[in-house]
């Protein structure tokens, strides 16, 4: 399957689901090519974006697994351009 770049938005509603949110993004490591976190110090929220580099499946698989935690909502946004790779 052919490789394409992304991104996944990683939105937090509780941060105290992180660690579950490390965990799985540390399973994908393979296909994070950046990482930008962003807490809110006088809010419970937090964002993370991904920059993502793997076959439509891996991609879809990190988004998904990330989703299923409680109070974690994703989005991934994957390119049609294929990586040079």
Do not use: W, Y
């Amino acid at each position: 399957m052919e490789k394409r770049i992304g991104t996944i938005t990683v939105l937090l509603a509780d941060r105290s689901a992180s660690s579950q949110v490390n965990e799985v993004i540390s399973c994908f490591s393979d296909i994070v090519l950046a990482r930008q976190g962003l807490p809110f110090h006088n809010r419970p929220v937090a964002v993370i974006s991904l920059i993502v580099e793997g076959n439509v499946d891996e991609i879809n698989s990190l988004s998904g697994q990330l989703g299923k935690i409680e109070n974690v909502t994703t989005k991934a946004v994957v390119t049609k351009i294929l990586s040079q790779q």
